[in-house]
Structures are given as structure tokens and as C-alpha cells.
């Protein structure tokens, strides 16, 4: 055993360092390794910590500036941009993953309050992992990337929710619960007002002073979610509430993603105390009974989580391709089930047999369902032909009224760029039949001087449908580029007789694109760059021509 603190904090700091770049190596999470890292440095590894230990404090404050910055990122205005579909998918995958979890927890011989948690906890995902996972294949922007991030910080809110609620209950007595039940909604009521006064009158001056300091800037936000947090641990709330308003009381100022970015590095280097914490606090006594329970947990959790997504986004027509990416997003759960399962052992609700189990199934779930993304596009390819039953092929069709008709342009893709080609081509007085997989986008451009249809690139059947004989132009704004290169194979299946444009967003995007000879390439950010360079040099001549002009630049 290590006597000195020192020594042990720089010995748990190098193996979470090595463990954690083997992790990555391994192309999995880091989370994955630090809650091995404590099981290796806990009692029932070396013995190096314990729960009176220093990291203890640290984990405290990891899981402080965690909610702090998701209360802080809280963007309502992402979920109101990715629809119906955010709000809908999320509390639907909620609502639904929480009652079947329920059950089957019930169906293992668990206690109430033990499925309960159980349940509970395997309905949430993490933001952090999947955003970083969608960032690197870089399916942030495409559409089951911008529904799961909807998704997701829908289930943000709800798990801090889930908190509130919990900690609120924990402080009821068998005693006068009605008088103790006033006495917290009391004291939420006064939190709340107080955080609200000060969000009008206090906060952004504070901020504005402290910002004249980078180094007291970044001091004043750890000493705010902190501040926060231990007054509502004092009001009877646990301090993860605290810490999330915090957060949430400084996304309206405009000093928001300063605080932000100066303090996820923070967070990264202290949530990784909470996991190792975690991990020694794991006890295996029971873990030959736990196993088969956690196996069949974590089996609804990567089949049965997706399958809900599914069946909620085939029901609001989207196509089975998006809502099937959309759905592996949901196959494990997050830091936040293990952070609730840490609070329901502190309030005497669950003991650490649950924690364990819980944490088992993070573990399992986590691990594989990063394979399942990384991989999405394979398995979603083998698994097509059983999949198509969640398709609602009938709404996916031209009017009829449109058969026959002249078209000059087939619009694939109806988002920024998109759209700009769309409204273009339809001032120019061309006829254009626009095509997009989202149907709230394709409903949006309803009535507009372009003929909208719900549909995927991918799909060659729906391709058949389309009026590719009248057509002169086929248009592929899709970035995806094996999407693009399936569309172009099925033109060619086609024997399309016209020209075909594609989008490619990097040099090796364009390489690919070009071997399949299309007949033109767009390139938006070279051309993009191209246009802004010749305005500023326009505008730098123009400028020395008229020197001493008090005429106005141009607009």
C-alpha cells in the first residue's frame, strides 16, 4: 500500500493516463478505462483508495462542472431546430424504455424501488460520447446526427429533472409528510427566485468584472457551479441540481461559451475522478448472480433502445436508414445513469449490489454500442432486408399531378446549401422537383415555387419513381459520399440521360466522387473562399480608387 497521499494521487493519475490511451487505441470510450483504473486501485484491487480519500473530493467536483456545463450548453433553440422529432423521440424513448425496463427488472426478482433505478438508469445515453463518436465520422450535420443530439439533450433535461425529484423525495419524513413536502417546494421556490433575481440583475455585471481577468475569469465559474451546488446541498437538494443551475443561470449571458470553453478541459480532468471513485467503490461479491441480470439488461438496452427509436421515427415517416443511425445513438447508457444510480446509494434507496449491476451494464453497453456506430453503416446494410418492415413507403411518392410534366432539376438535399441552389434555380424560372429524407423539411417547402418529395438518395426503388426522363439536371447537395456514390450507381443503372452534379466538402471527398465521373463537382467552401476573395480584393481596389471618399462601402 502507497502511505503517501501524494504518491498514490500521482501513481492513479499515471495508470488512468496509460489505461486511458490503450482505451482509445482500442477506439473505446475513456470512461471504460478510469472505471477499470478504480476497480484496479479500490479495496478489491490494490487497496490504494477509499472513500475518505482525496479523489472522493475530486469526483464531487468532476460531477459538479459536468452538470454545470450541460446546464450552461442547455440550447432550446437546437431541439426547436431539429423539430417535433427531438421532443417526440426523446420523452417517447423515455416513457418507453423506462416502463419495459421496469418490468424486466421486476421479471429478475428485483425489489420496486430497485427496478425503479434500474430502469430508470438504462434510459438515458451520453451526450458526451456520442457527439464525440458522430464528430469523428463526421455525421454531426446529417439529419439522424441532428435528430440524435435533439434527442439527447431532451434526455439532459429529463435526467436532471429525475434528480430534482429524487433529492426533493429523499428529505420526506415518515413524519408530517405533508408539512415536510410544503417545506421543499418552499425552498425550490426560494432557490428559484433568488437564481432568477440574480440572472436579471447581477450575474452579467459580475461576469463583465471577472472577464477583465482571464485567470479569475475561469476562477469565478468553478467557484460559481461549486457555490451553487453547496447551497443547494444545504437547502436539502443534492448538489448536482445546484451545480446544473448554475450553468443554467449563466447560458442566458453573453459571456456563456467563454465560461464554457475555458472549462471543459476542467471537466474532462475531473469527471475522470468520479469514474475511478466509482470503480473502487465496485463490489463483486454477488457478481456470478448479477451476470446473467446484467446480460439480459444490457441486451434491451443495445437491441431494444434502437427498436424503440425506430418504431417512433418509422411512425412519423422518416426513412429507416435515418431512423436506424438515429436509434445506435441510444444502445448503451450514459455517466448520468451512474451518477443517479451514486445518488439513489446516498439517499438509502438502493444498495451496492444495484449500484454494481448498474454499473455493469454501463460498462457492457458502452463498449459495444461504440463498435455499433462505428460501424453503423455496415450493419445497417446487412441488417436492410429485415428492417424494411418499419418503411412507410406511401407517402414517399411525386403527386400524381406532376407525372409527365417538364423538369429542368432534380434537388437531392434541401439544407443550406440546398436550399440556396433551390430558391436560385426557381428564381431563374426553372422547374425543380426537390427531394429530402427529412419530411418536416420537405413539408416546410410545401407551397413554394419547387415541387417537394419525401425520399432518400439510397434508395434505387424510389429512384425509379422519379420523372428522370424529363429531367436535364440531377443535383446532390447530400454530403454523405457514400451516398452520393449509391445515387450515382443507380443513375448509371438507369441510364440516366443527363448531367449530374455532386457535393464534395474535402479534397478526398472529390477524389472518390471524381472516379465516378460525374459531370460536375461542386465544391461550396472552395467556392465559397474563391467569392469572398474577390470581394475583398474588389473592395480593397475600389477603396484605393475613391481614398478620402465619404462614400459608403458596398453592400
Sequence with gaps: MLNDPFITFAVVLALAAVGGLLSAKLRQPVIVAFIGIGVLVGPVGFGWVDGDSPIDLFAKLGIALLLFLVGLKLDFHLVRQTGFVALATGLGQVVFTSVIGFFIARSLGMGTTESIYVAVALTFSSTIIIVKLLSDKRELDQLHGRIAVGFLIVQDIVVVLVMIVLTATGELSDES??????????KGAALLVGMALLMRFALTRILHEFARVSELFVLFGVTWAAGVAAVTDLLGFSTEVGAFLAGFSLASTPYREAVGARLVSLRDFLLLFFFIALGSQLEFTEAGGQLSDALVLSAFVLIGNPLIVLVIMGLMRYPTRVSFLAGLTVAQISEFSLILAALGFSLGHIDTATVS???????????????????????????????????????????????????????????????GIARGLAAAGKRVVAVDLDPQVAALWEGHDITTVYGDAEDLDF????????????????????????????????????????????????????????????????DAAASALDLVLGYGEGAMAVEGSESPPPE
Design 463 to 526: 429512384l425509379e419513381t422519379l420523372p428522370l426522363a424529363q429531367s436535364t439536371w440531377v443535383i446532390c447537395t447530400v454530403p454523405d459520399i457514400d451516398t452520393q456514390l449509391t445515387l450515382l450507381h443507380g443513375l448509371r443503372s438507369q441510364d440516366y440521360p443527363g448531367k449530374v452534379a455532386v457535393v464534395a466538402l474535402d479534397d478526398m471527398a472529390a477524389k472518390r466522387l471524381s472516379a465516378a465521373e460525374p459531370e460536375f463537382i461542386l465544391r461550396p467552401f472552395v
Design 177 to 186: 409528510v405533508l408539512t415536510q413536502f410544503g417545506l421543499v417546494i418552499a
Design 357 to 419: 449491476l448498474i454499473t455493469v451494464v454501463g460498462l457492457v453497453t458502452i463498449g459495444l454500442s461504440t463498435y455499433m456506430i462505428l460501424y453503423s453503416r455496415q450493419i445497417y446494410e446487412w441488417l436492410s432486408p429485415a428492417l424494411r418492415v418499419f418503411e412507410r413507403r406511401r407517402l414517399r411518392y411525386l403527386p400524381a399531378d406532376d407525372d409527365g410534366r417538364e423538369v429542368d432539376v432534380i434537388l437531392y438535399g434541401l439544407g443550406r446549401f440546398g436550399s
